[in-house]
T-cell receptor, first 113, second 110 residues
């Protein structure tokens, strides 16, 4: 079975631009979470979506938004990019919301110049 | 953002040695996870722990959920070169938010 997939794998943007990152969860998984991982640090929680609704949000500005589609795939949008947004963006899926483990995709490496 | 404290921060060990690392928090968690991440990849789940005091093994890896619910431990026995990577703990409180540790970078010398 396919694991979590993310696209694109790498992306270069300039300050002020916006970006859309995509994630397809493991088949049958209904919950998707997004994380930002800056080089040398652990992942930081951005959002969790379950059944197409936002169920949790981390300490990130409103420039960050996301949505989940009926097929449980998800998009993360970042507007007005800043240099500090350069990071590996990870998507994780889990079967249900609640006491379940999560599985990560390979990430999208975003570089903001 | 908030991160859990992991120690050691990095370690070099000889192949065949056992490795121990830990993760501590000032807050209680109801789930602890351990992940391994290699360069350019996403974290891969190694072990999940759900109850205080729980001890769980996955091959040469053994992890424990601390009885205070504020810490967790990971041991790797008889390390091999492919154990190289960054090991992250993650604690979950509530239903959705995982907080990750700062990572332990492991390098194995053949």
């Amino acid at each position: 079975d396919a694991g979590v997939t993310q696209s694109p794998t790498h992306l270069i943007k300039t300050r002020g631009q916006h970006v859309t990152l995509r994630c397809s969860p493991i088949s049958g998984h209904k919950s998707v979470s997004w994380y930002q991982q800056v080089l040398g640090q652990g992942p930081q929680f951005i959002f969790q979506y379950y059944e197409k609704e936002e169920r949790g949000r981390g300490n990130f500005p409103d420039r960050f938004s996301a949505r989940q589609f009926p097929n449980y795939s998800s998009e993360l949008n970042v507007n007005a990019l800043l240099l500090g947004d350069s990071a590996l963006y990870l998507c994780a899926s889990s079967l249900e919301q609640g006491q379940e483990t999560q599985y990560f995709g390979p990430g999208t490496r975003l570089l903001v110049l | 953002g908030q991160q859990l404290n992991q120690s050691p921060q990095s370690m070099f060990i000889q192949e065949g040695e056992d490795v121990s690392m830990n993760c501590t928090s000032s807050s209680i968690f109801n789930t602890w996870l351990w992940y391994k991440q290699e360069p350019g990849e996403g974290p891969v789940l190694l072990i999940a722990l759900y109850k205080a005091g729980e001890l769980t093994s996955n091959g040469r890896l053994t992890a424990q959920f601390g009885i205070t619910r504020k810490d967790s431990f990971l041991n790797i026995s008889a390390s091999i070169p492919s154990d190289v990577g960054i090991y992250f703990c993650a604690g979950r409180r509530g239903t959705y938010k995982y907080i990750f540790g700062t990572g332990t970078r492991l390098k194995v010398l053949a």
